[in-house]
């Protein structure tokens, strides 16, 4: 008789301690959750205390195993701040999910070098600097698995073109964390959600919600838009053994739209100059 049981048992994580940055909302609440009911002993952190109180309250009622501390990931010292004291609550980490991060829409001609930088250092150096910090105090020790959460950037971000570039500096940082890093046998992933209906999508402006639902929803293959479970799910995957072989990989989770989308509206216009060298 054969045997075969899914990676995805409810101990998978046992004896696992694995920190989420952002934990605290969304997405990032979504991974969470799904750890802790996998056996993980859940660490969640973030700039902002209440949604890490609130989250860590309901993963621990379900009976889950979490703790939060509060860090900005723009800032190293306050990082490493973080991990003397993570690490002298905690032995160590075996996992980092990178889902922290932030932007805002606007036309890219209207964006000054304040609001570029803030995306710029949230996105792309905040998770660089989380990755290094986990590997050089942690991961290299014990070996373990980071796995970023970066964004449906494939044609470009048009109305968000710092989130854009930095989740594309993201992905091109995984490629090269992976390999540098396959000798301690860490492996670094992302995640790539492609429009999600949950806790992130509310923060924008009613008016931006409503068209941009509406028009990405129509273009998207599956028809709908995603679940944070189910950007979960891919995370887990990738921090589980189940994973093993895979390393530098960006695994998009959107429903096929990256195949099949048109996000930003052209009206049209006259104003493509062409040229024709047999024209008088
Ligand atoms: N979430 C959004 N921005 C953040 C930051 N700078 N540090 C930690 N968590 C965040």
């Known amino acids: 008789m054969t045997i075969y049981r899914s990676i995805f048992r409810t101990d998978l994580f046992q004896n696992q301690t ?4 952002g934990g605290g909302t969304g997405i990032g609440r979504a991974i969470a959750h799904e750890l802790a009911s996998l056996g993980a002993n859940v660490i969640i952190a973030s700039r902002k205390t209440e949604p890490l109180e609130q989250t860590m309250k ?3 009622s379900a009976g889950g195993k979490c703790a939060m501390y509060t860090v900005n990931i723009r800032n190293e010292e306050a990082i490493n701040a973080m991990f003397d004291e993570m690490l ?7 996992g980092l999910v990178n889902n922290a991060g932030g932007q805002f829409p606007s036309p890219a001609e209207n964006i000054n070098q304040k609001g570029w930088h803030a995306v710029i250092e949230t996105n792309l150096t905040g998770t660089f600097l989380m990755s290094k910090t986990a590997y050089n105090r942690a991961l290299r020790q014990n070996k373990g698995s980071i796995v970023n ?22 992905a091109n940082m995984t490629k090269t964390l992976a390999v540098e890093w396959a000798k301690d046998g860490v492996r670094v992933n992302s995640v790539a959600p492609g429009v999600i209906h949950g806790h992130g999508i ?4 009613p008016a931006f919600i409503k068209s ?8 998207i293959p599956a028809k709908r838009l995603g679940t944070e479970s189910e950007i979960a799910s891919a995370v887990t995957y990738l921090l589980s053994p189940a994973a093993a072989y895979v390393t530098g990989e960006t695994l998009k989770v ?14 049209d216009h006259t104003n493509s100059d062409k040229f024709d060298g047999f024209e008088p």
Do not use: C
């Open 18 to 21: 694995i920190l989420v940055t």
């Open 58 to 60: 309901e993963i621990q």
């Open 88 to 94: 002298s609550d905690h032995e160590t980490i075996h």
């Open 149 to 170: 959460i970066v964004a449906e950037m494939w044609n470009g971000f048009p109305g968000m073109v710092h989130t854009g570039a930095a989740r594309a500096g993201v």
């Open 202 to 205: 509310t923060q924008y402006d």
């Open 212 to 219: 941009y639902v509406k028009m990405a929803s129509a273009d």
């Open 254 to 267: 959107d429903g096929g739209s990256s195949l099949w989308r048109k996000t930003w509206q052209i009206d």
